[in-house]
């Protein structure tokens, strides 16, 4: 999670946030790793019209670059916002913004430190 978070910075600071959706969110098991960014309507729009396949191209592009930071088997789409919020209702993990005091390294929590008031 913290490489896949760490490739994600640069696609968040140049678009906007991508997201891991799908089974790798919710299932220990599963065949590949869903990412997404969604692009306002607008924007997506303005992709299309450079060329008709410039958001599935940049799609590929992202995704192979993600792919060989992590070693995950990255299914890496960009998607129109509208569609996005029409077609899927499942959870939806933010990449590319958390830090390394984010990670605690067995997964859970830093606890903060404790204070003499604290202690027995």
Avoid: W
């Avoid at 060329?51 to 940049?58: A, D, E, M, Q, R």
């Amino acid at each position: 999670m913290f490489l896949l978070d760490e490739a994600c910075r640069p696609i968040a600071q140049a678009f906007e946030t991508p997201y891991l959706v799908g089974t790798a969110c919710t299932h220990r098991e599963y065949r590949d790793v869903d990412v997404r960014l969604m692009l306002d309507d607008e924007t997506y729009d303005r992709l299309v019209e450079i060329g008709g396949y410039v958001p599935t191209f940049l799609g590929l592009a992202i995704g192979e670059y993600l792919a060989s930071r992590t070693g995950l088997p990255i299914d890496f789409q960009i998607q129109r916002l509208s569609q996005a919020n029409e077609l899927h209702h499942g959870p939806r993990n933010p990449l590319g913004v958390r830090k390394l005091a984010n990670y605690a390294g067995d997964g859970g929590i830093i606890p903060a430190p404790r204070t003499e008031l604290e202690l027995p």
